[in-house]
């Protein structure tokens, strides 16, 4: 794990925002900020290698810079880097990192985490081990979350304040890319550096679209 900026001081309660950030929009930080109410700290994470996906529109590097602007003066937010995707393995290296005290919650929209419930691990108890050594924090977007029974302590609903369903990164690029006002789903200190990564995504025909889902597709 490579930190790009750190908070101060040693969290007891660390929360996880790992993402493909293409771009980050206002709806990553209002999940990071709903998220402060339940821990010390907002790790947000770029993989290096994305599960799901290839690094098209924004480069890994680009990606970064522009996280560095959206989170510049937020000091309970740190931005690093990692060397896998699966949230396991994003876990791992968090623990390395700050210590086996700390307490892990990842966040995560309701479809991430009706996707990491109900997915198919080849083994049972495979999701309830994973829970033993963090949580989820799930933010009810187009949908309200139902935690699944059995997990009172490791699975929680968290409560966004405001209507964040219409704001994503597909939308904000998209929209950028067709002369719509797109980048106003990006945090106003990333906006520009938006604009003239993803403005010329019309001309070059659009990104290309991703892979297939695979059983990587949890961030």
Same mark, same amino acid.
């Given at each position: ?5 750190? #908070? /101060? ?6 929360? %996880? $925002?790992?993402? #493909? ?5 206002? &709806?990553?930080? #209002? ?80 479809? &991430?985490?009706?996707? %990491? ?21 799930? &933010?009810?977007?187009?949908? !309200? ?14 409560? $966004? ?15 950028? &890319?067709? !002369? ?9 200190? #990333? ?8 403005? !010329?995504?019309?001309? +070059?025909?659009?990104? +290309?679209? /991703?892979? +297939? ?7």
């Amino acid at each position: 794990m490579q930190f790009f900026q750190r #908070a /101060a001081g040693a969290p007891a309660r660390l929360g %996880i $925002l790992p993402g #493909a950030f293409n771009p980050v929009t206002t &709806a990553h930080l #209002a999940l990071a900020r709903a998220g402060l109410r339940w821990v010390d700290e907002v790790l947000f994470v770029l993989p290096r290698e994305l599960p799901h996906k290839k690094f098209t529109g924004a480069t890994f590097a680009q990606r970064i810079e522009m996280l560095r602007l959206a989170l510049a003066g937020e000091p309970a937010f740190s931005l690093a880097s990692s060397e896998g995707g699966l949230f396991v393995e994003i876990a791992g290296e968090c623990r390395r990192e700050y210590g086996a005290g700390v307490r892990l919650w990842f966040l995560c929209g309701r479809d &991430a985490a009706e996707r %990491i419930a109900g997915w198919d691990y080849g083994q049972p108890g495979a999701f309830a081990g994973m829970l033993g050594g963090f949580g989820l924090l799930v &933010a009810g977007r187009e949908g !309200g979350y139902e935690p699944p029974a059995g997990f009172p302590e490791a699975v929680h609903p968290l409560e $966004l304040p405001g209507e964040w369903d219409a704001v994503s990164a597909t939308r904000a690029r998209r929209g950028i &890319a067709r !002369g719509e006002p797109g980048e106003l789903m990006v945090p106003e200190a #990333a906006r520009e550096m938006a604009l003239r990564i993803y403005r !010329g995504e019309a001309s +070059r025909g659009g990104a +290309r679209p /991703a892979r +297939r889902a695979t059983m990587r597709s949890e961030t």
